[in-house]
């Protein structure tokens, strides 16, 4: 998409802002540990960043989990200084949301894993034109009047269902209250399970009036793009949970929030939304959540993406409350789980240490809580 826009220059001097796409393989150490040496290569090796200490670079983390272990605790304290896109919806283990805590014992200060003052929400991709290769239908197969990649959807008449949800994590507080409370509600207006096939679950998002929304297991996740898509207005149950651009989005007029241990009341909440105010605000934002590949055209996400960084590099620079004392990440070392050759081979293990305090007239005051970790498939204490 920024590719194959006209705002990309092959010269960092004149670039106003520079994006890291951060690829790492599933479910190998470098998921863990590959972007904080993707961060000391910047640091040691590249001109640009070197050049104003990377204050203008944007982040963004594919596979991964932010900053954050996957309990919540913030590893890679060397990136509050730095801005990073990703996308709200975070969740750890124990249905926790990575935004709320730093150690999931309760050890430590709390330190956010997003800093809205210097960070960016953006929608998942999964919402993009052209279709890519092996990116399936944005649309169920057989609907008459539909075909792959139009914009029809059901309208307000059409729509039979008041509530939809599907899908089900034993960590989840949320989504075990959900289905708990109304997986068998005797209503037919009412449709919440722990799964669907792929077909029912897009018809159904194309049935229901409003879509509840709980953390998922990773930070990406396709939910809200895709029910703003398919125009069924979202219901955040969790107060955690950032949806996308909320700078420039009125999601006060776009969506709903009840928390989810009133979960049991949230039919009547429903009844009681202004829905056509907010199938309307639905209507004008879903193009927000697109990405259009081909070209820049002025639609999509790109020029709130391009207004949002514009915004974040013109402020002051971060200033984080973290302080990285120590750590032994090897620059070329290769700390996937495998070889060249695809062979397994033994994953590193990464020790780091760091001072974590509040600021004090603009300098650190180092309290006395420091925090070692290995960082392997999972981060450690």
């Not at 649309?139 to 899908?167: I, M, T, V, Y």
């Not at 879509?211 to 297991?217: E, I, K, L, T």
Request: with cysteine; aromatic share 8%; proline share 8%.
């Amino acid at each position: 998409m920024l590719e194959n826009s006209p705002f990309v220059t092959s010269d960092w001097r004149e670039a106003n802002a520079s994006v890291v796409v951060l690829l790492v393989l599933h479910l190998s150490g470098a998921v863990a540990i590959r972007q904080q040496q993707c961060l000391k290569q910047l640091q040691q090796r590249s001109p640009s960043f070197r050049h104003d200490g990377g204050r203008r670079h944007f982040f963004i983390f594919t596979n991964d989990r932010g900053p954050c272990c996957i309990d919540g605790r913030y590893k890679d304290v060397d990136f509050m200084r730095h801005h990073i896109m990703t996308h709200g919806e975070q969740t750890g283990w124990r249905g926790e949301t990575l935004h709320q805590y730093t150690a999931q014992l309760g050890v430590g200060p709390q330190l956010p894993c997003h800093d809205e003052a210097k960070d960016i929400t953006i929608p998942t991709p999964n919402v993009h034109f052209p279709r890519v290769a092996f990116a399936p239908s944005l649309l169920p197969a057989g609907r008459q009047g539909h075909r792959p990649g139009s914009n029809r959807s059901k309208g307000a008449g059409e729509r039979s269902l008041l509530l939809f949800f599907a899908g089900s994590h034993p960590a989840s507080a949320c989504r075990k209250a959900l289905l708990a409370g109304l997986s068998h509600s005797p209503s037919p207006r009412v449709l919440v399970r722990e799964s669907l096939p792929a077909d029912q679950y897009l018809e159904a998002m194309q049935t229901a009036r409003y879509c509840p929304v709980c953390g998922g297991y990773a930070p990406w996740t396709p939910r809200v793009s895709e029910l703003l898509h398919y125009e069924c207005v979202p219901i955040f149950l969790s107060e955690y949970t950032l949806p996308p651009l909320p700078r420039v989005l009125d999601w006060r007029v776009i969506s709903a929030q009840l928390h989810y241990s009133r979960v049991r009341e949230l039919e009547r909440f429903a009844d009681g939304l202004d829905y056509p105010t907010l199938l309307a605000g639905v209507k004008k934002a879903r193009r927000a959540m697109q990405y259009h590949l081909s070209g820049y055209s002025g639609r999509g996400m790109l020029p709130l993406l391009l207004h949002q960084m514009h915004e974040r590099v013109s402020g002051p620079p971060p200033r984080p409350l973290a302080l990285a004392l120590h750590d032994d990440v090897d620059l070329d070392h290769n700390y996937s789980g495998s070889t060249p050759s695809g062979q397994p081979k033994r994953m590193g293990v990464v020790h780091s240490t760091y001072a974590i305090g509040g600021l004090n007239a603009g300098t650190f005051a180092l309290e006395p809580w420091i925090m070692t970790r290995f960082k392997a498939l999972i981060c450690a204490e």
